[in-house]
């Protein structure tokens, strides 16, 4: 069964950080290409980042140079560090294997200006 639990998430004043961790079980992380997206209230969920099984990396151009997801594959674990943040990075945030239906249950990441 895939479970993925989302932690890190909080309140951070404008220009603060924060970083997210996504342990997955189930699946592999190291074989998979994982995402993280987001959802902000009356917005749709869309995707943030994602890193490939063999590193490669893209980002949503508004987190561009602020936002690094990376990935542990010793801890099956995969990261979201966030810099600079700003208000409109308010929202909760999930972690997934693209290959996957399955979602977790999300964090949340509150910016307050």
């Known amino acids: 069964q895939v479970q993925l639990v989302e932690s890190g998430g909080g309140l951070v004043q404008t220009g603060g950080s924060l970083r997210l961790s996504c342990a997955a079980s189930?699946?592999?992380?190291?074989?998979?290409?994982m995402a993280w997206y987001r959802q902000a209230p009356g917005k749709q969920r869309e995707l943030v980042a994602d890193i490939t099984s063999g590193g490669s990396t893209h980002y949503l151009d508004s987190v561009k140079g602020r936002f690094t997801i990376s990935k542990d594959n010793a801890k099956n674990t995969v990261y979201l560090q966030m810099n600079s943040l700003k208000s409109e990075d308010t929202a909760v945030y999930y972690c997934?294997?693209?290959?996957?239906?399955?979602w977790g249950q999300g964090t949340q990441v509150t910016v307050s200006s």
């Open positions: 189930g699946i592999t992380v190291s074989l998979n290409t």
């Open positions: 997934k294997a693209i290959a996957y239906v399955y």
